[in-house]
């Protein structure tokens, strides 16, 4: 899902969360920026340093996407982690011979 360049807050600077009508919170965002033909995900403060930028040899924006799941994801330009909103599904919550609490008839697993 691509959200339009347009998202902005009030204050004229992109979200790091795209908020959820009616709930308080949101998910995290990753930009999408275009230098010299490769894409690249950023965060929400680097896109905001390179909002403006619309020259091919330097980076610009192209969109956005929800990070819905996934491993904790690197910003392309500055390496913040921006972690996605339901953690990552390939890993395991439940190590073998760790205990879960979950009763399945009348066992504890």
Not at 22 to 46: F, M, Q, T
Not at 66 to 77: K, N, R, S
């Amino acid at each position: 899902m691509y959200i339009p360049r347009q998202k902005f807050e009030e204050n004229g600077l992109y979200y790091e969360w795209q908020l959820v009508p009616d709930v308080n919170g949101g998910y995290p965002l990753l930009y999408v920026s275009r230098e010299e033909g490769l894409l690249y995900e950023i965060c929400a403060e680097c896109a905001n340093k390179i909002k403006n930028n619309t020259r091919d040899d330097e980076p610009y924006l192209e969109g956005a996407t929800v990070y819905f799941e996934g491993p904790d994801y690197p910003c392309d330009m500055c390496d913040l982690i921006v972690q996605s909103a339901y953690g990552d599904p390939d890993v395991d919550k439940y190590p073998p011979g760790e205990p879960t609490g979950q009763l399945i008839d009348g066992v504890e697993y």
